[in-house]
């Protein structure tokens, strides 16, 4: 079992970045790929990005194309979101995942809010 840990979230005016980090223990990092989806307040959660375990290969969903770039650090065990120009429907709280390669469920971490203001 891995543990999930957010950060990098906070309260941001329309425009601006942020930056959010997941720090992942108690598995080799390199076994998963990794992912984030957020959850706004009386919505699903969606899907927003995700890598594969090398950061040879990322998705987007179509919202955040363009703004959000979705990183890896192997050697620190860290994944993380650049989020750009910023909306205020982007306010959510983000949730960073761990798919085994070899398949199987994700594991999740509790989440980071991130509250874009207009």
């Known amino acids: 079992q891995v543990q999930l840990v957010e950060s990098g979230g906070g309260l941001v005016q329309a425009g601006g970045s942020l930056r959010l980090s997941c720090v992942v223990s108690?598995?080799?990092?390199?076994?998963?790929?990794m992912g984030w989806s957020r959850q706004a307040p009386g919505k699903e959660r969606e899907f927003v990005a995700s890598i594969n375990w090398s950061g040879s290969s990322t998705d987007y969903a179509y919202s955040v194309k363009g703004r959000f770039n979705i990183s890896r650090d192997n050697a620190k065990n860290t994944v993380y979101l650049q989020m750009s120009s910023l909306e205020p429907g982007d306010t959510a709280i983000y949730y960073c995942?761990?798919?085994?390669?070899?398949?199987?469920?994700?594991?999740w971490g509790r989440g980071t809010q991130v509250t874009v203001s207009s």
């Open positions: 995942y761990a798919r085994p390669t070899t398949g199987g469920e994700a594991c």
């Open positions: 108690g598995r080799t990092f390199s076994s998963y790929d």
